[in-house]
């Protein structure tokens, strides 16, 4: 198991500019995502988990501090080289009009191809066994439009697997499945986390997250906390993230009782 | 004039077999026209294609800008204030002649075009751009209205006129201009397929795969706009093509793959300009049909069976 790190923030401020004043959402002195593991982003609505992750992938500039790649300053590398190294999957719905299954893992290539986009049969290759590893290669030639939920997340996420990226950074992917597409989905990221990759993913599937993933990055207040799963369900820090008014301490150590009690569950 | 076919045939194929009518006729003016007509039909059906695509909405098509708009309020500037005060700055161009026409709705086209792509350059979102190009030619056919309530009746008749649009009036040596223009913006037209299928997954996607969207938006919005303008410029107004052939081609094709989609809406594009320019002049002897007029009432029934054909699948763009 490679243990580099292959995501790395330092001072890290992310926010917005609105008419050039920055406004930050999220502050951090340090983050890392290392390879082969599942790193879990958690925080309550608005916390700035997306803002966060659109930082780290260098879809908007940090106000302050850097972000790196394996060793390499985001801001140094080119579109291309960026989109070589890190993947994503979105909360965007998608609607690709008459693009089949196929296609759109295909397009993962686009880094790595030349400017007509002409594929090699490495490219479909790659393409294929990212389809395979995800279980939909079965439906290769399939219209993305007449797929259902959960299988087009798993289509999405074979096309980010097919960029071969060193880091995997998945918003939200399990929002609009049913239960046993969460899970499904879960089992399957933390294995490609296994498979060497450094995954980042949030999700506000708490128990989830818990019981799967090596690191949790909790967003809350403004900043983000960085621990093992234990560490946080013992430390009492999430009823503080997730309830951070005053409902009182028997509110929270309800909360606490339920999240400790899914942990103990899903670890059995 | 009526020629057989092996007339035609040898006009265009053993010169000296043929006799000087057949020759003048076919080579003079019926191959220009049938050039044109083709070049411009492919041209409109890639800029619909292209457009489609960019702004992720069926309805584009290279008028949206305001392109069309554009062409006709120079082009109404010019006819319908020739012999005025207004015209005087205008220049020594003979200005409601030919060229002046063409100057006029080529200045206008591109007018609108370069204020479109400032304000493409300047918004993230494409809905934004769109609904800009809609207000601007809302705006010029305001303008528009307005010149032709004061307008002289014969100016009247040239303005609405040009309004049809035709590929007869085209002549050798516009031919020589437009002809290669055409075909060298189809050409880069062509080159953008790679940025229009990682578009096809929204403006998000494709910036996580390494697309430049801003500047490539800008650049294909460029290249359509020119090509629009032009043929605006030479033939006139032609509505319709551009919105329609990549809708019939999409069906034909089963894929929205550019690499396919993109030659696929030219040749449509050409074939729609094509039998509309022959559908046109049917009635013979007697003049012509008005060339919006037939791609309208040709294509209009063709497009609406092709997607309520396929309305189960909802795919449209």
């Known amino acids: ?268 | 004039m009526r020629l057989s076919p092996a007339e035609v045939f040898d006009a265009l194929l053993r010169p000296d077999q043929a006799s000087d009518r057949a020759l003048d006729v076919v080579r003079k003016v019926r191959l220009q026209r049938t050039v044109a007509a083709g070049l411009s039909g492919a041209a409109l059906g890639l800029c619909g294609a292209q457009m489609q695509t960019i702004f992720r909405n069926p309805l584009a098509d290279p008028f949206v800008l305001g392109i069309t708009g554009g062409a006709s309020f120079g082009v109404a500037v010019v006819v319908l204030t020739a012999g005025t005060g207004a015209s005087h700055w205008i220049g020594g161009l003979d200005v409601a002649g030919k060229v002046g026409i063409t100057l006029a709705a080529f200045v206008g086209a591109m007018a609108v075009t370069l204020v479109a792509l400032a304000v493409a350059h300047r918004v993230r979102g494409t809905a934004s751009i769109l609904v800009v190009g809609l207000m601007i030619g809302y705006l010029l056919a305001a303008l528009v209205s307005l010149l032709v309530a004061a307008a002289e009746p014969d100016r009247l008749r040239q303005f609405v006129t040009w309004g049809f649009g035709s590929f007869r009036g085209v002549t050798n040596a516009e031919l020589k201009v437009m002809a290669p223009v055409l075909i060298v913006g189809i050409a880069v037209s062509l080159l953008s397929t790679k940025t229009l299928n990682a578009l096809l997954l929204g403006e998000r996607y494709a910036e996580s795969m390494g697309v430049a969207v801003r500047r490539d938006r800008l650049l294909i919005l460029l290249v359509t706009s020119m090509l629009a303008g032009v043929v605006t410029a030479f033939v006139g107004p032609i509505a319709f093509v551009g919105l329609a052939a990549p809708h019939l081609a999409r069906p034909l094709v089963a894929t929205s793959d550019h690499r396919i989609l993109l030659p696929a809406a030219a040749l449509i594009g050409a074939v729609m300009t094509l039998v509309a320019e022959v559908v046109a002049q049917l009635p013979g002897q007697r003049g012509v049909l008005p060339l919006n007029a037939v791609t309208a009432l040709l294509g209009v029934p063709v497009v609406i069976w092709v997607l309520t054909r396929r309305s189960r699948s909802e795919v449209i763009t």
């Open chain 1, 1 to 268: 198991m490679s243990t580099a790190l292959a995501l790395e923030a330092r001072g890290l401020i992310a926010g917005y500019r609105r008419s050039r004043r920055a406004v930050p959402i999220v502050e951090v002195d340090s983050l890392r995502a290392p390879g082969g593991q599942l790193t879990a982003v958690i925080g309550p609505n608005g916390s700035g988990k997306s803002t966060l992750l659109r930082t780290l992938v260098g879809s908007q500039p940090p106000l302050a501090g850097e972000v790196l790649l394996d060793g390499v300053e985001l801001g140094q590398l080119d579109r291309m080289g960026r989109a070589r190294q890190v993947a994503v999957v979105l909360t965007d719905r998608i609607d690709p009009g008459l693009l089949s299954v196929a296609d759109i893992v295909l397009l993962g290539r686009h880094p790595h191809t030349g400017w007509r986009g002409d594929l090699t049969s490495e490219d479909v290759r790659i393409a294929h066994d990212a389809a395979s590893r995800l279980g939909v290669d079965v439906l290769w030639s399939r219209l993305f439009a007449e797929l259902s939920d959960g299988q087009r997340q798993r289509v999405l996420v074979a096309r980010a697997l097919a960029q071969q990226p060193t880091v995997l950074v998945l918003d939200e992917p399990t929002a609009f499945l049913d239960i046993a597409g969460r899970v499904e989905l879960t089992l399957i990221v933390a294995e490609l986390a296994r498979g060497g990759l450094a995954v980042v993913v949030s999700t506000h599937d708490l128990d989830l997250a818990l019981t799967h993933a090596d690191r949790i990055w909790l967003v809350a207040s403004g900043t983000v906390v960085d621990s093992s799963p234990d560490d946080l369900v013992s430390g009492g820090v999430l009823a503080k993230a997730f309830l951070p008014h005053d409902h009182g301490a028997e509110h929270a150590a309800s909360f606490e009782a339920v999240v400790t009690a899914l942990h103990r569950s899903m670890r059995l």
